[in-house]
């Protein structure tokens, strides 16, 4: 069974530092992995996916996540955080059988 | 083109009576699926359909059901609620066929309040 683990159930940053939000994952075949952001009462934004084209992939929001096939890991990335990246994070993998697998959940906080 | 539409936004029941909540996806989309949501269980997938059928369920009751009609619009029903029922119900469409790196789209949710 596929799976996604995300390390940190609370990351917090300062305004301006780096974002490091850490997922790996478990496939015994080609993972369609994909991160999603998730505002207070709202429903959860796809950030970026990645399509096998490149290894480092560019979401929105200046967020990137690198595949790492070696390590089974797709952690996401920003290089400094704005207070508006403050929100929950998902990392997610689809099976072939086009069910999702969420992980647990990250919620950033940015100090000011 | 529009979102995932759910209905409606937010929701009060007490314990016994039942609730259904709706979901329209996006043009062409032909899998929804279904997901609740609590601060302590995370995301956990109920269902998905596609093309009237369930394809998958996940590890809920039986007093969780669903189903889609042909224009691919999903509802989800839940019977005899239970306190523990209150959470947030997202629904999710996605594009089938084609790329399978196809993501799901979500619905700002449904917020169940069990009384």
């Known amino acids: 069974a596929q799976s996604v683990t995300q390390l940190g159930s609370h990351v917090s940053v300062s305004e301006g530092a780096l974002v490091l939000l850490r997922c790996n994952y478990s496939?015994?075949?080609?993972?369609?992995l994909f991160w999603y952001v998730q505002y207070p009462n709202q429903g959860l934004q796809l950030l970026l996916k990645?399509?096998?084209?490149?290894?480092l992939v560019k979401g929105i929001n200046g967020f990137e996540a690198e595949f790492k096939k070696s390590e089974t890991s797709f952690h996401l990335t920003k290089p400094s955080a704005h207070m508006s990246d403050a929100a929950e994070y998902f990392c997610?993998?689809?099976?072939?059988?086009?069910?999702?697998?969420f992980g647990t959940g990250t919620s950033l906080t940015v100090i000011p | 083109k529009a979102g995932v539409t759910q209905t409606p936004r937010y929701l009060i029941k007490t314990r016994g009576q039942q609730v259904t909540l709706s979901c329209s996806p996006i043009s062409g989309h032909r899998s929804v699926s279904w997901y609740q949501q609590t601060p302590g269980q995370g995301l956990q997938f109920l269902f998905e359909?596609?093309?009237?059928?369930?394809?998958n369920k996940g590890n809920f009751p039986g007093r969780f059901s669903g189903r889609q009609f042909s224009n691919s619009r999903s509802e989800m029903n839940v019977s005899t609620l239970e306190l523990g029922d209150s959470a947030l119900y997202l629904c999710a469409s996605s594009l089938l066929g084609g790329s399978s790196y196809n993501e799901q789209f979500f619905g700002p949710g449904t917020r169940l309040t069990v009384l």
């Open positions: 990645y399509t096998s084209a490149a290894t």
């Open positions: 496939s015994s075949v080609p993972p369609y």
């Open positions: 359909y596609f093309s009237e059928t369930q394809r």
């Open positions: 997610a993998v689809r099976s072939t059988g086009n069910q999702f697998y």
